[in-house]
């Protein structure tokens, strides 16, 4: 069904990134069934995934989603030994503030919660940093504070779409979630 072992990684990090659109209360814009199968156009080793397929996953993440599994010992034990964790301060997504956050990177992927966890929490939200681009945002452009964004895939003009705003108060900081 899968042209190649690439096509599979793509459809297993657009279910995840699809998961993460319909349940995070933070996306403002919730994707429609047909803007996912448009998302995953040609991405099926230059051909497109069976429209069922997509479809199937689409209702199936809608009704239920998925989450971290968690055992006697909480969710927090799996955020032991992170890349990158500390506090950063993050945009809003449906309201425009910004909020501290304690933030976790860990094999790819930046996890988010009011605090730090310790064994039970699980995250406000996932992030994987898979195809995203991390960019100082230049200190011309900031209030005197060290931001910097997460953007997508460049769009069809060559102009990279924002995902995500976060702010550290240390520049080293910012510097080494950028190379994270």
Not at 17 to 24: E, F, I, K
Request: proline share 6%; charged share 20%.
């Amino acid at each position: 069904m899968q042209a190649n072992e690439d096509a599979c990684y793509f459809l297993a990090f657009s279910t995840v990134m699809l998961n993460t659109s319909l349940h995070n209360p933070s996306v403002a814009k919730r994707p429609t069934i047909s803007e996912f199968v448009n998302m995953n156009r040609g991405q099926n080793g230059k051909a497109d995934f069976p429209q069922a397929l997509l479809e199937g996953i689409y209702i199936s993440i809608n009704a239920d989603e998925f989450k971290i599994p968690e055992d006697e010992k909480g969710a927090g034990y799996v955020f032991v030994n992170p890349d990158k964790k500390g506090f950063l301060v993050k945009e809003g997504g449906k309201h425009k503030s910004w909020m501290r956050r304690w933030v976790v990177i860990l094999n790819g992927v930046l996890y988010y919660f009011k605090n730090p966890p310790e064994g039970d929490e699980t995250p406000m939200g996932i992030v994987p940093l898979e195809n995203l681009v991390a960019e100082q945002v230049p200190k011309s452009k900031t209030d005197g504070f060290s931001y910097f964004a997460l953007t997508g895939v460049p769009d069809s003009n060559g102009t990279r779409v924002l995902l995500y705003s976060l702010c550290a108060c240390v520049r080293a900081c910012v510097r080494a979630c950028v190379r994270a």
